[in-house]
C-alpha cells in the first residue's frame, strides 16, 4: 500500500527548455522570470535580493572565500561561498570592484554576512521557481 | 561605499521582509495566495522575533 502511495517520479524536462531561464536567473535574479514573461514577480525577487545584497555589503559582511581545514571550517566556508555565488551578478560586482572586506567582530558586520548569503540562498529558491515554470509544472 | 548601523531590531525587520516577499513569490500559485502567505510569514517572523526576543531577556535577567 505504501509503495502505491509514493509519488510518481516527474520525468525529467529537455535541457534547452530550462537552462537558459535558470542560467540568467543566477547571473541576474529575477531575469529568469523576466525571460518567461513573469515580470511582476522578476521585479520583486530582483528587488528583494539586491536590495539584500546591498544591505549586506553596507553593514560589512564578509564574503566568503572556499576554505579546507576542519570539517567545520570547510562547511561554513564552502556553504557560505556557495550562498554568496548564488547572488550571481552582485557577487561577482562585489568582488571585481574591491567590495569583499576583512572579517570583523560585531553585530552589524555579522548581520551583514547573513543578508549576504541569504541573498543567494532567495535567489536559489527564486531559481527553483523558474525552472519549474520553464518546465510547466507551474504557471 | 556608504556604512548603514542598523539595530538587531532593524536587521531583523529589513531580513523578515525580504525573505517573505520571495518566499510568497515561489510558494503559491495565484497572486493571491501569494500575497496571504507572504504577509503570513512577515507576520511569523516578527512574532518569532519578539517571542525569541524576550526569552532571551528573561534567560538572561
Redesign the interface.
Known sequence: MAAKQKTEKLPMPPLKLWLPAVALGWLVPGGGHFLLKRNGRGALILFSVASMFLFGIMMGGILFQPKTGGLLEMIIFCGGFLGDLASGIFYIFAIWMGYAQPDLAGAVHDYGTKFLVTAGLLNVLALVDVFDIAAGRKS | ??????S?FE?AL??AL??S???G??SK?TDRDRLEYGLRCFGWFVLALFAIGWAMRLGHG
Request: proline residues 6%; aromatic residues 12%; hydrophobic residues 65%.
Open positions: 561605499m556608504p556604512k548603514v548601523n542598523l538587531h536587521a529589513l531580513f525580504f525573505t516577499i520571495v518566499l513569490i515561489v500559485k
